[in-house]
Each structure stands twice: as structure tokens, then as C-alpha cells.
């Protein structure tokens, strides 16, 4: 019993030594600066794919609808507006109205057409 009661005296000493020390420090403990900062970054990180994700279904949607583009072996990865085509389609002309059908969507910066021909059953 004496241990333990020692050991809540011990910690809370501790514990109220460290708010002291942030105080005279002129603000937070600095881990709980750190953890506060790494909740920060990572929500923002989080928000940023969120809207990465929103958008690359807002181009394939809007490729989607022209019907212009055999969209079956076409991804699409958006990152910060800079919308990435990847895959195959079946011809030449595929290839610039998928790149069209992109460019046009709001929020859509500039389009890497990455995209291949691909011809047949391949």
C-alpha cells in the first residue's frame, strides 16, 4: 500500500514538474507540440488523398459519360490536379479524346496521357 500510494505521489509530482517546465518554457511540453503537429499533418495528408480520390472518379465519370473511350483497361490517378492516364485503348484516336475528355474537368491542372494502344483481344 505504501508503495503504490508513492508511486501515484511520484507521478503526480512528475507529471505536474512537466507542466511547470512547459509553462516556464513559454508554452506546451514540447512532445505534446510533436503529437499535436503529427495529428495535424496527418489529417491534412488525409483530406489531400480524399480529394485526389474525388477527383480522379470525377475525370473517369466525365470519360465515363463522353462514352468516346473505351474506359475498361483505363485507371486514372489524380494527385494536387495533375491527372495521370494509364492503360490501353484500343486506337490511336482513343488516346486524344481521353486526354480532351480529362483536360476539361474542373479542378484538372494538366493530364499525363500515359495511355497505349492496344489492339485486339489483347
Same mark, same amino acid.
Given at each position: %500500500?505504501?508503495?503504490? $500510494? #508513492?508511486? /501515484?505521489?511520484?507521478?503526480?509530482? =512528475?507529471? $505536474?514538474? =512537466?507542466?511547470?517546465? #512547459? ?14 503537429? #503529427?495529428? $495535424? =499533418? ?7 488523398? &480524399?480529394?485526389?480520390?474525388? +477527383?480522379?472518379?470525377? &475525370?473517369?465519370?466525365? %470519360? ?6 473505351? %474506359? ?12 495521370? +492516364? =494509364? ?14 475528355? #480529362?483536360? /476539361? ?9 500515359? +495511355? ?7
Amino acid at each position: %500500500m505504501k508503495k503504490a $500510494f #508513492a508511486s /501515484v505521489i511520484y507521478t503526480t509530482s =512528475l507529471a $505536474f514538474g =512537466l507542466t511547470a517546465h #512547459a509553462a516556464d518554457a513559454g508554452g506546451e511540453y514540447p512532445a505534446v507540440r510533436q503529437v499535436s503537429q #503529427a495529428k $495535424f =499533418l496527418t489529417h491534412s495528408a488525409k483530406s489531400e488523398r &480524399v480529394a485526389n480520390l474525388a +477527383l480522379a472518379k470525377k &475525370v473517369r465519370s466525365a %470519360m465515363m459519360k463522353q462514352k468516346n473511350v473505351d %474506359m475498361t483497361k483505363v485507371t486514372v490517378i489524380a494527385r494536387g490536379g495533375i491527372v495521370t +492516364l =494509364l492503360g490501353s485503348v484500343p486506337d490511336d484516336t482513343q488516346v486524344q479524346l481521353a486526354q480532351n475528355d #480529362a483536360v /476539361v474537368v474542373n479542378g484538372v491542372s494538366s493530364v499525363k496521357n500515359n +495511355l497505349l494502344v492496344q489492339q485486339g483481344g489483347n
